[in-house]
T-cell receptor, first 113, second 115 residues
Framework: NAGVMQNPRHLVRRRGQEARLRCSPM?????VYWYRQLPEEGLKFMVY????????ESGMPKERFSAEFPKEGPSILRIQQVVRGDSAAYFC???????????FGPGTRLTVT | GENVEQHPSTLSVQEGDSAVIKCTYS??????FPWYKQELGKGPQLIID?????GEKKDQRIAVTLNKTAKHFSLHITETQPEDSAVYFCAASKGSGGSNYKLTFGKGTLLTVNP
């Protein structure tokens, strides 16, 4: 019974490159949430998606960040033209529906050099 | 928007003692309050949660209490063990129709249980 899967676990990018982070929700879950965790900070909500729909992206930076959850395949968080301030741990969570608990993946630790 | 304050930021206890972590929230519409445990290099693990229609919930050595009037909730761990050492996060969310997305997290408490 696999939990939430995220890959890669660690990602190093140079400034200006693109970062793609992938998340596969738990089996049977159709709701995906992305959070960002800066050092010494709690997690900050970024975006909430259902299959093929962005429900709430109020926590996403207006530029360079995008997310999708296609009908087939994992959810993708894409960061274009990365800057040093994007270095953080990015966590994905999934739930079975509104009102249900959110279960987190192991995270992707992005380092921008 | 919602704001969650968490105290203390660090907590050191002796094995077998109890540990209490407290959180306050600002939005009276919040109705779901989960607690997560995060070990080094891992993702947050849901350990217990409480909804606004109850005042207390217990699961073995872990309990959570909620005071809606004062807008605060607490995590209680009894008979602590070294493996309880981790960072603990509280969170809050609100919604209509039972929705509870967009968790707002506290900044975390580093709990150290000394053998």
């Amino acid at each position: 019974n696999a939990g939430v899967m995220q890959n890669p676990r660690h990602l190093v990018r140079r400034r200006g490159q693109e970062a793609r982070l992938r998340c596969s929700p738990m089996k049977g879950h159709s709701h995906v949430y992305w959070y960002r965790q800066l050092p010494e900070e709690g997690l900050k909500f970024m975006v909430y998606l259902q299959k093929e729909n962005i429900i709430d992206e109020s926590g996403m930076p207006k530029e360079r960040f995008s997310a999708e959850f296609p009908k087939e395949g994992p959810s993708i968080l894409r960061i274009q033209q990365v800057v040093r301030g994007d270095s953080a741990a990015y966590f994905c969570a999934s739930s079975g529906g509104l009102g249900n608990e959110q279960y987190f993946g192991p995270g992707t630790r992005l380092t921008v050099t | 928007g919602e704001n969650v304050e968490q105290h203390p930021s660090t907590l050191s206890v002796q094995e077998g003692d109890s540990a209490v972590i407290k959180c306050t929230y600002s939005d009276s519409a919040s109705n779901y309050f989960p607690w997560y445990k995060q070990e080094l290099g891992k993702g947050p693990q849901l350990i217990i949660d409480i909804r606004s229609n109850v005042g207390e919930k217990k699961d073995q050595r872990i309990a959570v209490t909620l005071n809606k009037t004062a807008k605060h909730f607490s995590l209680h761990i009894t008979e602590t063990q070294p493996e309880d050492s981790a960072v603990y996060f509280c969170a809050a969310s609100k919604g209509s129709g039972g929705s509870n997305y967009k968790l707002t997290f506290g900044k975390g408490t580093l709990l150290t249980v000394n053998p």
